[in-house]
Nanobody, 124 residues
Framework: VQLQASGGGLVQAGGSLRLSCAAS????????MGWYRQAPGKQRELVAS???????KYVDSVKDRFIISRDNAKNTVYLQMNSLKPEDTAVYYC???????????????????WGEGTQVTVSS
């Protein structure tokens, strides 16, 4: 599967952006999808994930601000980012992976397929 992320840009703190990740190939419909981000000098971190059935999961720092969704008919996953903060500044990547269950919750397993990334810059 090939992934193409878009929608990044420059926004003031408190603003919103909507990222999109378009996938080609048949694997999208059987993949759990994840959004990652990598800020300069930091490791890439998982921000949000969503299962095939639409169950979302978020890192604590973006809960109640970001919303992940997917449209399986369009092979697209979205990340709606609201109340953006300067610390959200990073390159955002989408990933096609899978998930496993543990203690009543799932955790994301990244796959080998990554989009090129889209830059999000939040000014203070």
């Amino acid at each position: 599967v090939q992934l193409q992320a878009s929608g990044g840009g420059l926004v003031q703190a408190g603003g919103s952006l909507r990222l999109s990740c378009a996938a080609s190939g048949s694997s999208f419909s059987i993949s759990t999808m994840g959004w990652y981000r990598q800020a300069p000098g930091k490791q890439r971190e998982l921000v949000a994930s969503i299962t095939i059935g639409g169950s979302p999961k978020y890192v604590d720092s973006v809960k109640d601000r970001f919303i992940i969704s997917r449209d399986n008919a369009k092979n697209t996953v979205y990340l709606q980012m609201n109340s953006l903060k300067p610390e959200d500044t990073a390159v955002y990547y989408c990933n096609a992976g899978s998930h496993a269950w543990r203690s009543g919750s799932y955790y994301y397993l990244p796959g080998d397929y990554w989009g090129e990334g889209t830059q999000v810059t939040v000014s203070s």
